[in-house]
């Protein structure tokens, strides 16, 4: 399943489909009441969607998502076939209805559900606002790999900086690779790789291909780009493979945020005690 999760939502016409209706975005009010009603299955430690927090994790009584399942509620409701094996979900822009008095993080946190209520069949693949918006949520937690996009300017190399940082701190700095994009030259390539140097994976050139994609005359397709681009997307899928943790290692470390999360004092305050929401009897494989 791949999840366009970027403010300005352009993944589904570069994939060839119709853009996703406003009903089916998963930020939209109904579709997140109706997600989060289904995920709270029946886990007694999550009362009702009021309480059901971003870093709220899976406990006993939790639905879980499986990506690779047809019969999946998730998965028949708020997905889009795109391929034979491919399916597309997307979370929503701004709405009219949050016109200055919301932020994008607030749209996101129905993401940072979903993917702590998937379980570990098939592969989610999340394209994401550029640079260190993850960190405000719990979603720098929730991936094996990060592969971070940079153009080879000082301004790019400046942004892959700061995200670089805010992933030592978050003890997911060994899960980043980057890639070169938009690259000219061997200079280009070499302007980026000479300063991340292992975490360099591959390039993209300003391929014919891909002017064509963004103009919309043509849809996009790993077939029709070069040999050297398409080795970038078969480094992402070979390094992310050697990088996959288990769901249930990964929740302990997803607990420690919910933990920091509802323990702020305007939730406290609000909700009461959401720690007991922690179920450390809960296992993903039942």
């Known amino acids: 399943m791949a999840i366009d999760a970027d403010i300005n939502m352009h993944m589904a016409e570069l994939l060839g489909i119709e853009s996703t209706p406003k009903s089916l975005l998963l930020s939209e009010k109904q579709p997140s009441k109706e997600i989060r009603t289904f995920l709270r299955g029946e886990n007694q430690r999550v009362s009702s969607n009021e309480v059901f927090k971003k870093s709220t994790p899976p406990g006993r009584g939790s639905n879980l998502i499986n990506v690779s399942s047809a019969s999946d509620w998730f998965m028949q409701n708020y997905t889009f076939s795109v391929t034979d094996n491919l399916l597309l979900a997307t979370v929503g822009s701004y709405s009219e209805d949050g016109l200055a008095s919301s932020c ?6 129905i993401l940072e559900n979903i993917l702590s209520h998937t379980q570990d069949e098939g592969s989610v693949v999340v394209d994401m606002v550029a640079g260190t918006d993850a960190f405000a949520s719990t979603l ?27 992933a030592e701190a978050g003890g997911v700095a060994d899960r980043v690779m980057v890639v070169a994009n938009k690259v000219d030259s061997d200079d280009d390539r070499v ?8 975490r360099f994976i591959g390039s993209i050139s300003r391929s014919g291909h891909l002017a064509e994609v ?3 005359r043509a849809s996009l397709s790993v077939d029709n780009m070069s040999q050297d681009d398409r080795v970038v997307f078969e480094n992402i899928a070979k390094r992310s493979e050697d990088l996959v943790v288990p769901s249930q290692q990964r929740l302990e470390k997803l ?11 305007y939730i406290k305050n609000r909700f009461g005690d959401l720690r007991s929401q922690i179920d450390t009897e809960f296992r993903y494989d039942g």
Do not use: C, M
């Not at 994008?104 to 946190?109: A, D, R």
């Not at 996009?149 to 995200?163: I, K, M, N, Q, W």
């Open 140 to 166: 720098y937690a929730q991936f094996d790999a990060l592969i971070f996009v940079a153009e080879p300017t000082r301004r790019g190399l400046a942004v892959l900086s700061d995200y670089l940082r805010l």
């Open 214 to 216: 963004d103009k919309g």
């Open 255 to 265: 607990w420690r945020i919910h933990e920091v999360y509802v323990g702020q004092g």
């Open 191 to 198: 302007f980026v790789q000479d300063v991340v140097r292992d």
């Open 104 to 109: 994008y993080h607030n749209n996101l946190s």
